[in-house]
């Protein structure tokens, strides 16, 4: 489902693999491998992929089909 995702993202958007792999700071061959299933995408390249396509690592991972982003809640600091 992942590498599915991520690679529907990318082609939506017309990007080649070295455009993404590029953002992310890595080779086009490690993101290849990542878009092939061939590598486990580690959670840091999960958030910066989701961040990049706009949408929450749950929709890359396929724990929703909702590709919209969560809304980041602000940090409060309590009263005393």
Known sequence: MIYQRI???RE???LTQTD???YLHISQRTYSRY???ERAIPI???SSLADFHQTSVDYLIGRTNNPTPYLHAQKTVPSK
């Open 35 to 37: 878009e092939n299933d």
């Open 20 to 22: 993404i792999a590029n």
């Open 44 to 46: 840091e390249i999960l």
């Open 7 to 9: 690679r529907s993202l």
């Open 12 to 14: 939506d958007k017309d």
